[in-house]
């Protein structure tokens, strides 16, 4: 596991990438806001709404394979909770498409909604992370007066969690090469609390050399960063189309349907 | 790969229940930081950020459960946190870690971080360190027996009293498709199971730091290596399976199953079922809906809201009130959450056919809460 995993495309260039971080946060929390705001029987309204992620997506150059990927890897609880809907809203609803109407119950129009929204939320997020790169996004929380403790949290949980997985992964490949399967539970259940222990153990002093190494580098209790926020015409614009394009998605085009 | 995520999604939320959880949550964290900011060394600041890849790494040491193979749990961490490093670092601990989880893992999302902040950081942090202090005690010396139940009741409270929240937010969100009770039932009972993984490994994590590092805990050195009696074991075990057996039937049973055909009987239902004008789209029912329903799923229904929207109590029947303790329908309730366990562990028996050891891929990609994961 790796940052470059999750992280390979936030660094490239792009139109999308130039955009300002804030803007960028801030459109897809707006985009968000919107697409939840649709009722749970909302399909045919959703469509629109399926532009502006995948147009991001496009011209920040991130692979349609990758953003697919993550959706499909993320969706098995969704999938549970579309699937409860048909057990039990059995109302049926009259659904036109074109000149063709037909019956429908209730429950398998809001799995449909559901498997839209999740999806178009999703590629929303992975647009706006696989443009933006972490520290980037920081930098606009902390701009956006985010509690400043809780972003130089996220800064250092991003800097070690990775190393930290691995150290996780490698510590139980070794206790499953060891054949600690066949033991009996109350001693595997030992061993993960001793594994989990001493990694709290080693951790804490990690940490200190971590403190001690931030003072010796000039730390006197606040974040530096190089990293340079500026807003410019571009973002400017870039907020008034994704504002006015929300506003269509959300009353125009449900008016336009009905 | 995770079968249960706890994480909850945008789309069991509305916009008014996320931006009122949001600010919730925002408030307590705002709160807990200003206090942890005055009272914490600032040797704690990096110590809180790598505590959350901590969390992240002891979530890769999984426990196969005994007598489920290609079953197995981890940890949640948050009870385990509070217990060590005191409630407010870890709420900004756990706050910061699903922050990541829904930025960089796209796992819960955006509007829900509100509520995935409370239900999995601030309430297992300060109910499940509350109580464990409770049990255990100030002293320097605690038994080990004593630790454990500490350990074992705070997980279960705090994990369980998380969960319980999920139904009870999409419930005012009014984006359940199914009765509250039956959501609530079935996300009580397994996370009862979920507590007690969670409680086990967390005490195994307190007996090692017992031995090795009594001074993380605020306790005195440990004579000799103490063995905790099978009689607490027991016990924590048969208390966690009648409260599952009772609490579960309690809220199973209060709503009979064919929610929807009694649905069908109510007014506003005849309504809905009255548009059959040529364009009755999707949308001309949810016009109805919005207009009838400022909580569009629970207003509607009076005599089926369980635990919210008491303000139209007064329609209910009073053999249908909350809770109802009736001899059959707790059976029945005992009976459902039997029948979803052995669905679970048998989607978790057939998932797990094939993978023996847990792939790193999917499980770093996807849920890390408080699960059963399937190997």
């Known amino acids: ?258 | 790969m995770e079968i249960l995520a706890m994480h909850m999604a945008n789309e069991l939320l509305s916009v008014p229940v996320a931006a009122i959880t949001l600010l919730v949550a925002g408030g307590a964290i705002a709160v807990t930081a200003r206090r942890a900011q005055k009272t914490l060394d600032p040797e704690w600041l990096p110590l809180m950020g790598v505590m959350g890849a901590f969390v992240f790494a002891a979530q890769m040491i999984n426990f196969t459960l005994p007598g489920m193979p290609g079953t197995s749990g981890h940890l949640g961490g948050g009870v385990l946190l509070a217990i060590l490093l005191g409630p407010s670092a870890a709420i900004i601990t756990m706050a910061s870690i699903l922050t990541i989880q829904c930025l960089i893992f796209q796992d819960g999302g955006l509007l829900a971080l509100g509520c995935n902040i409370i239900n999995m950081g601030i309430v297992p942090c300060i109910l499940g360190w509350w109580l464990y202090r409770v049990v255990s005690g100030k002293d320097a010396v605690v038994p080990a027996w004593r630790q454990y139940i500490a350990a074992w009741a705070g997980c279960l409270l705090g994990v369980t009293a998380g969960a319980a929240l999920v139904p009870i937010e999409s419930a005012f969100a009014g984006r359940l498709s199914i009765p509250v009770t039956h959501f609530l039932a079935v996300m009580i009972g397994v996370h009862l199971l979920i507590g007690v993984v969670e409680g086990a490994i967390t005490f195994a994590v307190l007996a090692y730091l017992r031995q090795a590092r009594p001074a993380c805990l605020g306790l005195a050195a440990a004579a000799q290596k103490e063995n905790i009696s099978r009689k607490a074991v027991a016990l924590s075990l048969v208390i966690t399976a009648l409260l599952l057996a009772g609490v579960v039937s309690w809220f199973a049973s209060t709503k009979p199953d064919g929610l929807e055909w009694s649905y069908l009987d109510h007014k506003y239902a005849q309504a809905q079922s009255a548009i059959k004008r040529p364009s009755g789209t999707i949308d001309a029912v949810d016009e109805l809906q919005t207009k009838y329903a400022p909580l569009p799923d629970y207003s509607a229904r009076p005599t089926h809201m369980g635990a919210v929207g008491a303000e139209n109590t007064d329609e209910a029947p009073s053999d249908d009130a909350w809770p109802n303790i009736n001899g059959w329908t707790s059976l029945a309730g005992v009976v459902g959450t039997a029948v979803t366990l052995v669905a679970v562990y048998a989607v978790a028996i057939l998932l797990g056919r094939n993978k023996r050891v847990l792939g790193s891929g999917p499980s770093l990609t996807s849920g890390r809460s408080e699960c059963i994961t399937t190997i």
């Open chain 1, 1 to 258: 596991m790796h940052h470059n995993y999750i992280d390979k495309f936030s660094h490239g260039d792009s139109p999308v990438h130039r955009l300002d971080a804030r803007a960028k946060l801030l459109a897809v929390i707006a985009y968000t806001t919107v697409l939840a705001s649709f009722s749970r029987y909302a399909v045919a309204a959703l469509v629109p709404l399926a532009v502006a992620p995948l147009a991001m997506l496009w011209l920040g150059r991130v692979p349609t394979r990758f953003a697919v990927r993550r959706v499909a890897i993320l969706s098995p609880f969704i999938v549970m909770l579309c699937l409860l809907g048909p057990l039990y809203d059995r109302n049926l609803h009259w659904v036109a498409f074109g000149p063709w109407r037909f019956m429908i119950s209730g429950g398998w129009l809001t799995a449909a909604s559901i498997a839209v929204k999740f999806t178009l939320g999703l590629l929303a997020l992975t647009a706006l992370t696989c443009t933006t790169p972490f520290a980037l996004l920081l930098e606009a929380m902390r701009r956006t007066r985010v509690p400043r403790l809780l972003v130089m949290q996220l800064g250092f949980l991003y800097r070690y969690l990775f190393v930290l997985i691995d150290e996780g992964i490698r510590i139980r490949r070794g206790r499953d090469f060891r054949g600690a399967r066949r033991a009996r539970a109350t001693r595997r259940l030992a061993a993960v609390g001793g594994i989990i222990g001493s990694l709290f153990v080693r951790t804490m002093e990690r940490s200190e050399r971590i403190h001690v190494a931030m003072c010796a580098r000039g730390y006197r209790g606040e974040p530096h960063s190089l990293n340079r926020l500026r807003f410019r015409p571009a973002d400017g614009l870039f907020l008034a189309v994704i504002t006015l394009y929300l506003v269509v998605c959300r009353w125009g085009y449900p008016a336009l349907l009905s």
